[in-house]
């Protein structure tokens, strides 16, 4: 996208309400309207017609052209291109007096492009450098890099940070990039991530880490220096995992989970982060659950959330651990029960004997 500007320019015929607030080089259109508590970055072009709810924000370097209507608390990232007579549409609810307030604000990432007459459903996210093509009408989340088309709209393809579609083989065909480096995010050099696996660009991935097929590692995770983070993982949101840590395939570990350095979780661990799970109770807290240094959980374990697994503890395969578990402690069974202690190599120790 190139601009042009020098200053700010509003034509007459706009409307920027006194509440909104508008960098000095931005230009809007003729019949435009910005309405109070709007904030509008650098080098935004709004063009004829547009409408600016709001509480929207609009950052740095964004065209927005013709008759696009922009909802209440929207978010549109620097860089983002919206076609003409787009549509974010405002909420759910479509009856009067039922879009007092802001939820789940609309959010359109960094570089993302949206064709012309396009519909983007309420508290929707669009990812980075991903492609609407003109005419969709989309309602569910669009993954970063990614191209979708119809209505309903679904992926079709993906999107290199240049502008052109992915080839057959994952990779562009005019920079070159691969997919997986695309997802590598905020990723250290010399960490390798599988062309399928999905690895949010605010995700922090420190060196000598992989990330193997069909893995995911969401926003603002934080995986340490030389882990292994295997088939079909799932990383939530705000999941910290330490150094030299071997996440083994299909394991899931949820917001809320810590884990420290030398932790070895087996294939099919479930991690949990709600103690009163209801599908409709939208005021849930998470409860913490610490995994602390050197301790190995077996295949297919249930860790209950709000507990802490002490340092070089064991838990066999198959368990249900339901409260804390001792430092140097071996436990099976569900629930989970204390059967020995172990040294930090995992060797059993005498019965009653604690490691040191």
């Known amino acids: 996208m190139q601009h042009n500007l020098k200053k700010r320019e509003i034509n007459p015929s706009a409307v920027v309400e006194k509440g909104a607030l508008l960098s000095p080089d931005v ?6 309207w910005v309405k109070d508590g709007a904030k509008i970055g650098k080098r935004v072009e709004l063009g004829q017609n547009v409408q600016v709810e709001k509480e929207c924000f609009i950052g740095d370097g964004c065209i927005v052209q013709n008759n696009v209507s922009i909802c209440r608390g929207a978010i549109l990232d620097k860089d983002v291109f919206c076609g003409d007579s787009v549509v974010f549409v405002g909420a759910f609810a479509f009856r009067y007096g039922d879009n007092e307030g802001i939820s789940n604000a609309t959010h ?39 191209i979708v088309a119809g209505n309903p709209a679904r992926q079709i393809g993906w999107s ?16 070159g990039k691969s997919l997986g480096q695309l997802r590598r995010g905020s990723a250290e050099p010399g960490v390798y991530v599988h062309e399928s696996a999905l690895v949010d660009s605010r995700a922090i991935i420190a060196s000598g880490t992989y990330i193997w097929m069909n893995a995911q590692v969401r926003e603002e995770a934080k995986v340490g220096k030389n882990c292994i983070i295997s088939k079909d993982v799932y990383v939530d949101t705000m999941v910290v995992i330490g150094d030299r840590c071997k996440i083994q395939n299909s394991s899931s570990i949820y917001y809320g989970v810590k884990i420290e350095n030398d932790v070895f979780i087996g294939p099919h661990v479930a ?7 209801r599908a409709f109770n939208k005021d849930w807290i998470a409860s ?10 077996g ?58």
């Open 27 to 32: 230009s809007v259109g003729p019949f435009s």
């Open 108 to 146: 359109v990432k960094q570089g993302a492009k949206i064709g012309a007459n396009s519909t983007i459903a309420h508290g929707l996210s669009v990812g980075s450098f991903s492609f609407v093509s003109a005419g969709s009408v989309v309602i569910k989340n669009v993954e970063d890099y990614a």
């Open 160 to 175: 290199c940070i240049c502008g052109n579609q992915l080839n057959d083989i994952y990779e562009c065909d005019s920079c």
């Open 271 to 277: 991690f949990t982060n709600d103690r009163i799970p």
């Open 288 to 297: 913490p659950t610490y995994v602390l240094q050197g301790a190995s959980i």
């Open 299 to 356: 295949a297919n374990s249930t860790i209950r959330c709000g507990i802490t697994i002490g340092e070089y503890a064991m838990v066999a395969a198959g368990s249900v651990v339901t409260r804390d578990v001792e430092p140097y402690s071996l436990v099976m069974g569900n629930p989970a029960r204390h059967v020995c202690y172990v040294d930090k190599d995992g060797n059993r120790k005498d019965h009653g004997e604690r490691a040191v």
